[in-house]
T-cell receptor, first 110, second 113 residues
């Protein structure tokens, strides 16, 4: 049974810092991994999707890496801004359905 | 292009009542999914439609939950009768085929009193 874990559960950093969010999964037989952000009271916004054959994906200040063999992914946020404050969710897919971690709550202090 | 739309955004009902949630996927997306997050837990998969057919309903909690997708367009999720433990946020998502980025709606917050 696939399980997804995200560490840390919460993170508070000053503006401008580079930071890394971690995601681990127990079964390496995945199709893809997706990172989302969720703002309070809002839906999930897809940030990056990494196919199982890929090692990383980049979008602006975000870079996500995938190491399938070790069951790990990281989301790197460069030069963090207060607007990055949100909950970040990692989800893996081995079929059509997504299996989510519990998220990392990020606060970027001005 | 419109995103995934869910109605209502918030529903408050009493135990034993019936509630119907609606989801309008992104136009052209054959795949539609329902997920939910109950208090303090991770978001969990409920079921998956391809067009009007249920492909996987392994996450449906029990037979009080009924999902339909009329004509392969919008979908409804009915809870009848609602119980206290059904409270949570119900998300709908849609995607193209093969497994692609899933686009999520804003969710429906269900409160059963």
């Amino acid at each position: 049974k696939q399980e997804v874990t995200q560490i840390p559960a919460a993170l508070s950093v000053p503006e401008g810092e580079n930071l890394v969010l971690n995601c681990s999964f127990t079964d390496s037989a995945i199709y893809n991994l997706q990172w989302f952000r969720q703002d309070p009271g809002k839906g999930l916004t897809s940030l990056l999707l990494i196919q199982s054959s890929q090692r990383e994906q980049t979008s602006g200040r975000l870079n996500a890496s995938l190491d399938k063999s070790s069951g790990r992914s990281t989301l790197y946020i460069a030069a963090s801004q207060p607007g990055d404050s949100a909950t970040y969710l990692c989800a893996v897919s081995s079929s059509y359905k997504l299996i989510f971690g519990s998220g990392t709550r990020l606060l970027v202090r001005p | 292009e419109a995103g995934v739309t869910q109605f209502p955004s918030h529903s408050v009902i009493e135990k034993g009542q019936t509630v119907t949630l609606r989801c309008d996927p992104i136009s052209g997306h054959d795949n539609l999914y329902w997920y939910r997050r109950v208090m303090g837990k991770e978001i969990k998969f409920l079921l998956h439609f391809v067009k009007e057919s249920k492909q996987d309903e392994s996450g449906m909690p029990n037979n009080r939950f009924l999902a339909e997708r009329t004509g392969g367009t919008y979908s409804t999720l009915k809870v009848q009768p609602a119980e206290l433990e059904d409270s949570g946020v119900y998300f709908c998502a849609s995607s193209q085929d093969p497994p692609h980025i899933q686009y999520f709606g804003a969710g429906t917050r269900l409160s059963v009193l």
